[in-house]
């Protein structure tokens, strides 16, 4: 039987996505402090909170992540409100912008870290389509305020990197620093 891996997160995109590969999981919503420290940059930001939500739980094996957008350097996390969300998919609108994801996986009292950047672009967006999007509900739990595996990919033009580190999970980097901590997928244990 293939090991249990502790996913610190309450996020369903990586709880559904390490659900494909075939991974058992026990959910631990991990309590950490999101606040960006003054002048801390995007990718130590992602680091230092996936690090503190891995160490806010307990398993054999933890896994946590944290996902950002930056644009012009600073983050971008999940909008406040309908109007952040909005100010936000202004802001993004036909531009290019980095999704940075940091992920932690601890085991036997080791730690890895580490941080995927995937640059995406963005269409020209209207007014008229922002309100639309905004209305349906979908940005406001999201980074940046839209999810590209939902009704945000409509304004998805390019994606230059790991697709689901965008979705917030990049994958094949995950499953790499899993296996130096000697966390063995399912596939592994296949007579």
Same mark, same amino acid.
């Given at each position: 039987m293939s090991p249990i891996l502790t996913l610190a997160s309450r996020s369903p995109r990586r709880r559904?996505?390490?659900?494909?590969?075939?991974?058992?999981?026990?959910?631990?919503?991990a309590d950490a402090d999101e606040a960006p420290l003054p002048a801390e940059p995007p990718g130590e930001y992602v680091r230092r909170v996936a690090r503190a939500k891995a160490r806010a739980v307990t398993g054999e094996t933890v896994l946590a992540a944290d996902t950002v957008v930056v644009?012009? =350097?600073?983050i971008l996390g999940k909008p406040r409100d309908g109007e952040d969300a909005r100010r936000m998919l202004r802001a993004l609108s036909g531009r290019t912008h980095e999704v940075?994801?940091?992920v932690c996986a601890a085991r036997g009292g080791r730690e890895e870290v580490l941080a995927v950047?995937?640059?995406?672009?963005?269409?020209?967006?209207? &007014? &008229?389509?922002?309100?639309?999007?905004?209305?349906?509900? &979908?940005?406001?739990?999201? @980074?940046?305020a839209y999810a590209v595996q939902g009704l945000g990919s409509a304004f998805v033009e390019e994606v230059r990197g790991s697709v689901s580190?965008?979705?917030?999970?990049?994958? @094949? &980097?995950?499953? =790499?620093?899993? @296996?130096?901590?000697?966390? @063995?997928?399912p596939w592994s244990l296949q007579p």
């Open positions: 559904e996505l390490l659900e494909q590969l075939g991974l058992r999981l026990q959910l631990r919503p644009l012009d =350097s600073a940075m994801t940091g950047t995937t640059e995406v672009r963005f269409a020209g967006l209207t &007014e &008229e389509r922002i309100a639309w999007y905004v209305g349906t509900g &979908e940005p406001l739990d999201k @980074a940046g580190n965008v979705i917030g999970l990049p994958l @094949a &980097e995950t499953l =790499s620093l899993l @296996a130096r901590l000697g966390f @063995a997928p």
